[in-house]
């Protein structure tokens, strides 16, 4: 078979899939919320047209038919949000962001703090291990790795990953290194698309953030930035990431996903750093929707008008970071609170838009494309 035949069947084949997968959400959707499979379908299909991918038009009640066309039009896509983002993020960049080795080396030029790197692990095309930027010899490099840790616990994900897929925490000292070893080894192997890894000290929340939730996951504060003429840093949109108690790590939080359930997402006013409002995925068992709540699911504390711990750093880290990787000018930052002070975990140069409240999103889509026309001209 050539490969113009292979690459034809495997574009079929992945339509096909698509549009099975269109049918179930449409046919969930009429079940759910009433109205016809037209009406339903036809929904489906101008949310498509406007760039909506099926993920968000359940997690956002798109297919809600009884919403008028006006209630939608308050809603950016990723997809149109990227390309705005374009504008302000240079392309020839995106290694400084999306490369995790990248990154760090920026901070630490910039002096600040980020999650540190103490071992890299390649798959590609041989398995090798550099810790503290000397490789390590021999045979079984991956046991060696896990003897050489010294005791404690560790994160280890890819160089390149995304919205947490591949994150794996694990320990040292409580078990033999090649217990250790053959837990990263299988690890690896189950994600094999990946072939850069980074091994990291875990990180711990400050005590103030596991009083307001009690989760051992890393929870992070969502900060974007935008840095207007003469360096002026602008924070647009904030949010924080409560992780549900029984996420062991922050790769079970990824907006709404993961397979905890009572992940929650609050609004954050930028001016004084309080909630304003919070969110958790729906019950639904296809989860259409989102329901606001006001009180923390697992401890019962309002939640509204408190504010994470040592705001006013997290705003200084933000607005530093923002001036270090110029010219990139509107990231979002996700910055974990520890014992010892607010630390960078990554930069996002394609954050997602807070559709959650849809008229604050819409004013900071408007000043962004004010800046842009102004900017352009």
């Given at each position: 078979m050539s490969s113009?035949?292979?690459?034809?069947?495997?574009?079929?084949?992945?339509?096909v899939g698509k549009a099975k997968l269109a049918a179930e959400i449409i046919g969930q959707a009429r079940k759910h919320y009433g109205g016809s499979y037209i009406s339903t379908g036809l929904r489906f299909l101008d949310m498509y047209a406007r760039r909506f991918s099926p993920l968000e038009m359940v997690e956002l009640d798109l297919l809600n038919v009884s919403k008028t066309r006006g209630d939608i039009a308050e809603v950016i896509s990723k997809e149109n949000m990227i390309q705005l983002q374009q504008s302000f993020n240079p392309v020839e960049l995106t290694n400084q962001?999306?490369?995790k080795l990248d990154f760090?080396?920026?901070c630490a030029d910039a002096?600040?703090?980020s999650a540190r790197t103490v071992a890299v692990v390649r798959t590609s095309p041989r398995v090798s291990v550099s810790m503290n930027r000397e490789e390590i010899g021999g045979g079984d490099v991956i046991n060696a790795l896990a003897a050489r840790?010294?005791?404690g616990d560790y994160v280890i994900k890819p160089r390149d990953g995304a919205l947490g897929r591949g994150v794996l925490v694990f320990s040292c000292g409580d078990t033999s290194p090649e217990h250790v070893g053959e837990t990263l080894k299988t690890h690896l192997d189950r994600h094999g698309d990946f072939d850069s890894w980074l091994v990291q000290p875990k990180l711990v929340n400050h005590k103030e953030v596991t009083r307001i939730s009690p989760s051992p996951a890393l929870q992070t504060v969502r900060l974007v930035t935008y840095v207007a003429d003469a360096g002026d840093v602008?924070?647009?949109l904030v949010g924080w990431r409560l992780a549900d108690a029984k996420a062991e790590f922050e790769a079970e939080y990824s907006n709404f996903g993961g397979t905890a359930n009572n992940n929650v997402f609050c609004l954050i006013d930028p001016?004084?750093?309080?909630?304003?409002?919070?969110?958790?995925k729906s019950r639904h068992p296809f989860g259409f929707g989102l329901h606001e709540i006001e009180k923390h699911p697992t401890t019962g504390l309002s939640l509204r008008g408190v504010q994470p711990p040592m705001w006013n750093e997290i705003m200084d880290l933000g607005k530093k970071a923002a001036l270090a990787f110029l010219p990139s000018r509107c990231l979002g930052w996700d910055i974990a609170v520890t014992s010892v002070g607010p630390v960078l975990i990554e930069a996002n140069r394609y954050w997602d838009p807070h559709n959650e409240d849809s008229?604050?999103?819409?004013?900071v889509v408007r000043y962004l494309r004010a800046e842009r026309a102004r900017v352009s001209s």
């Amino acid at each position: 078979m050539s490969s113009q035949t292979q690459s034809f069947w495997g574009r079929l084949g992945a339509t096909v899939g698509k549009a099975k997968l269109a049918a179930e959400i449409i046919g969930q959707a009429r079940k759910h919320y009433g109205g016809s499979y037209i009406s339903t379908g036809l929904r489906f299909l101008d949310m498509y047209a406007r760039r909506f991918s099926p993920l968000e038009m359940v997690e956002l009640d798109l297919l809600n038919v009884s919403k008028t066309r006006g209630d939608i039009a308050e809603v950016i896509s990723k997809e149109n949000m990227i390309q705005l983002q374009q504008s302000f993020n240079p392309v020839e960049l995106t290694n400084q962001t999306e490369n995790k080795l990248d990154f760090e080396r920026l901070c630490a030029d910039a002096g600040l703090p980020s999650a540190r790197t103490v071992a890299v692990v390649r798959t590609s095309p041989r398995v090798s291990v550099s810790m503290n930027r000397e490789e390590i010899g021999g045979g079984d490099v991956i046991n060696a790795l896990a003897a050489r840790l010294p005791p404690g616990d560790y994160v280890i994900k890819p160089r390149d990953g995304a919205l947490g897929r591949g994150v794996l925490v694990f320990s040292c000292g409580d078990t033999s290194p090649e217990h250790v070893g053959e837990t990263l080894k299988t690890h690896l192997d189950r994600h094999g698309d990946f072939d850069s890894w980074l091994v990291q000290p875990k990180l711990v929340n400050h005590k103030e953030v596991t009083r307001i939730s009690p989760s051992p996951a890393l929870q992070t504060v969502r900060l974007v930035t935008y840095v207007a003429d003469a360096g002026d840093v602008r924070i647009l949109l904030v949010g924080w990431r409560l992780a549900d108690a029984k996420a062991e790590f922050e790769a079970e939080y990824s907006n709404f996903g993961g397979t905890a359930n009572n992940n929650v997402f609050c609004l954050i006013d930028p001016i004084d750093g309080t909630v304003r409002r919070c969110f958790m995925k729906s019950r639904h068992p296809f989860g259409f929707g989102l329901h606001e709540i006001e009180k923390h699911p697992t401890t019962g504390l309002s939640l509204r008008g408190v504010q994470p711990p040592m705001w006013n750093e997290i705003m200084d880290l933000g607005k530093k970071a923002a001036l270090a990787f110029l010219p990139s000018r509107c990231l979002g930052w996700d910055i974990a609170v520890t014992s010892v002070g607010p630390v960078l975990i990554e930069a996002n140069r394609y954050w997602d838009p807070h559709n959650e409240d849809s008229s604050e999103m819409q004013r900071v889509v408007r000043y962004l494309r004010a800046e842009r026309a102004r900017v352009s001209s």
